[in-house]
């Protein structure tokens, strides 16, 4: 039987960090599915259409080295919120989710939407100032010319459109273990995630 461990929350809370940590500390596989999004985007910026280009996606896909942009991001934020988009990617997200062995997914709806069933979930939020802060740093180490207002700004907006959609929107879910990261460290937040879910193993 699969061990599904669902860590969601917003950007740049760490939950992408704190997902691949645990999903190395317990042997277990990993995806991002935020970068799910990430693809269509892309795909969307050089002209295809975005239900199309979900329903053609394949693991490959998610190996392109331009899926961090901020632009990327935007256009991953703006196709999230299309039902048919979340339709199709749906699929994808279940069935690596239910491989032997076990899965970590981390995203916005893992456990209200795509893996209601999971034996952990993990809400992993902090401030909004707090993530500006550090979406802010990620970016200008990248090399990128970026203010912290103007990120403030986006985080905001992300957070707005995310929460606010009319298809599976950002909540945590009734059972999830709620994480605030925003005064932790990167070290003590996933020692608690993998407490979480040390404690729900038994």
């Given at each position: 039987m699969?061990f599904?461990?669902a860590i969601?929350g917003?950007?740049a809370a760490?939950?992408g960090?704190i997902?691949?940590?645990?999903a190395?500390?317990f ?5 991002d599915?935020?970068?799910?999004y990430?693809v269509v985007?892309?795909?969307?910026l050089?002209?295809m259409d975005?239900v199309?280009?979900?329903r053609?996606?394949r693991?490959?896909?998610l190996e392109?080295?331009d899926l961090?942009?901020p632009?990327?991001?935007?256009a ?5 919120v299309?039902a ?9 997200q ?13 995203g916005r709806d893992i ?12 809400f992993?939020t ?18 990128l ?8 700004e ?6 707005a ?8 929107p950002?909540r945590?879910?009734e059972?999830?273990?709620l994480l605030?990261t ?5 070290d003590t937040?996933v ?5 979480i879910?040390t404690?729900a193993r038994?």
């Open positions: 699969s599904t461990i969601d917003p950007a760490g939950k960090t997902s691949k940590a645990v190395a500390h042997g277990l596989a990993h995806l599915t935020g970068l799910l990430r985007g892309a795909r969307m050089e002209g975005p199309a280009a979900a053609d996606i693991a490959e896909d392109r080295d961090r942009s632009g990327v991001a935007q991953a934020s703006k196709v999230a299309i048919q988009v979340r339709e199709h990617l749906l699929d994808f279940r069935s690596f989710a239910r491989r032997s062995g076990g899965a970590v997914l981390d456990g209200t939407v795509i893996c209601p069933e999971a034996q952990v979930k993990i992993v902090a401030s909004p100032e707090c993530r500006a802060a550090r979406r802010c740093k990620e970016l200008q180490d990248q090399g010319a970026v203010e912290y207002d103007a990120v403030l986006d985080v905001k907006a992300r957070d459109r995310d929460s606010d959609r009319a298809t599976a950002l945590p879910a059972d999830a273990v605030d925003s005064a932790l460290d990167i937040a020692a608690r995630a993998v407490a879910v404690a038994g």
